[in-house]
């Protein structure tokens, strides 16, 4: 069992940056892959990054590749998501999620889900 808790969401200005932060409890969290999601009002929840348990490979979906970065610190039980030149389209509840799979940006393959946070980018 794995529990997983965000924060750092918030409201930030068109071009600004955000650092989205999400503990796991539990000894195992370098046996999971890690992901975050996101989910505007009324649509669905898009994949948006993920990392693998050694950090060796991460993977980033189109609409945000070259803005944001995804790591782990694995001593830390913490993974991270660092957002730059953030636009209006981004603002979602952003969820990480971590999978004991090997199919990082299928979200189905995610076994625990933390609550999200709220990230708000005005124009």
């Known amino acids: 069992q794995v529990q997983l808790a965000e924060s750092g969401g918030g409201l930030v200005q068109a071009g600004g940056s955000l650092r989205l932060s999400c503990a796991a409890s539990g000894h195992t969290f370098s046996s999971y892959g890690m992901g975050w999601f996101r989910q505007a009002p009324g649509k669905e929840r898009d994949f948006v990054a993920a990392?693998?348990?050694?950090?060796?490979?991460?993977y980033y979906g189109d609409s945000v590749k070259g803005r944001f970065a995804i790591s782990r610190d694995n001593a830390k039980n913490t993974v991270y998501l660092q957002m730059n030149s953030l636009k209006p389209e981004d603002t979602a509840v952003y969820y990480c999620?971590?999978?004991?799979?090997?199919?990082?940006?299928?979200?189905?393959?995610?076994?625990?889900w933390g609550q999200g946070t709220q990230v708000t980018v005005s124009s």
């Open positions: 990392i693998n348990r050694g950090s060796s490979s991460t």
């Open positions: 999620a971590a999978t004991s799979g090997y199919n990082y940006i299928r979200k189905s393959d995610y076994s625990y």
